[in-house]
T-cell receptor
Framework: GESVGLHLPTLSVQEGDNSIINCAYSNSASDYFIWYKQESGKGPQFIIDIRSNMDKRQGQRVTVLLNKTVKHLSLQIAATQPGDSAVYFCAEWSYIPTFGRGTSLIVHP | DTGVSQNPRHKITKRGQNVTFRCDPISEHNRLYWYRQTLGQGPEFLTYFQNEAQLEKSRLLSDRFSAERPKGSFSTLEIQRTEQGDSAMYLC??????????????FGQGTRLTVV
């Protein structure tokens, strides 16, 4: 069946560096995508979303890029901080949000 | 309205007992979703409601699981005759669905179920 997956299960960066988290999706009918941040013991926290009629969207310190040709999504975090350490999920949305495994981001001070 | 609220936050129960969780969505949201999450995995879809109608159920939702949203506001998820394999975090999310499409889904903090 269709699935959402992440390329890297763990990403380690130094504080102040930029982080890039990647996500591949396979359902070409998905028209909406969301990035979530999840800290240990908490529910997923909405970060940023993008619709399929866009290829880039920027938020505060975060940018999401969507490449529909290769079905790829990325989350860029500028000037990564220790508080950014968490698991990041991308969710694709055809009629419900469907999640992949997630990428653990570790920020070293 | 401060967001999606789930109760209880933690539940420990003995195998074979029934448990019920509650979710209060963001008040103006007409869609409500239930997910289950185990350690190291992403949330897995269980079921969703649009207003009071349950529109989709996953194969993960066995006969021991039942969800309701009687007035299109809060929802309950009941697990009967719990098994150790039911131990997980149960997450609720809500969103809006209009002719313009869906909006972002916001999650609650989850209910951590431990079956002993």
């Amino acid at each position: 069946g269709e699935s959402v997956g992440l390329h890297l299960p763990t990403l380690s960066v130094q504080e102040g560096d930029n982080s890039i988290i990647n996500c591949a999706y396979s359902n070409s009918a998905s028209d909406y995508f969301i990035w979530y941040k999840q800290e240990s013991g908490k529910g997923p926290q909405f970060i940023i979303d993008i619709r399929s009629n866009m290829d880039k969207r920027q938020g505060q310190r975060v940018t999401v890029l969507l490449n529909k040709t290769v079905k790829h999504l990325s989350l860029q975090i500028a000037a990564t901080q220790p508080g950014d350490s968490a698991v990041y999920f991308c969710a694709e949305w055809s009629y419900i949000p469907t999640f992949g495994r997630g990428t653990s981001l570790i920020v070293h001070p | 309205d401060t967001g999606v609220s789930q109760n209880p936050r933690h539940k420990i129960t003995k195998r074979g007992q029934n448990v019920t969780f509650r979710c209060d969505p963001i008040s103006e949201h007409n869609r409500l979703y239930w997910y289950r999450q185990t350690l190291g995995q992403g949330p897995e879809f269980l079921t969703y409601f649009q207003n009071e109608a349950q529109l989709e159920k996953s194969r993960l939702l066995s006969d021991r699981f039942s969800a309701e949203r009687p007035k299109g506001s809060f929802s309950t998820l009941e697990i009967q005759r719990t098994e150790q394999g039911d131990s997980a975090m149960y997450l609720c999310a809500s969103s809006s669905s209009t002719s313009g499409g869906v909006t972002e889904a916001f999650f609650g903090q989850g209910t951590r179920l431990t079956v002993v």
